[in-house]
């Protein structure tokens, strides 16, 4: 392997365990953000937009 490889290589390595961190971080960080569901939200059965 040259040092052109090794480079690319590295950098591919690098950033795919960049993105893996990232990605558990934000799956950690997400039920945060989770608004808790409302009363007052349509019930599942029915489409918001049904009409009757």
């Given at each position: 392997?040259?040092?052109l ?15 893996g ?9 997400l039920?945060?953000?989770?608004p ?5 939200q ?8 049904a009409?009757?």
């Amino acid at each position: 392997m040259t040092i052109l490889d090794l480079g690319v290589l590295a950098f591919v390595a690098g950033t795919l365990i960049f993105t893996g961190i990232w990605y558990v971080k934000e799956q950690v960080e997400l039920p945060k953000h989770r608004p808790d569901q409302e009363p007052d939200q349509q019930p599942k059965g029915e489409p918001a937009c049904a009409v009757k």
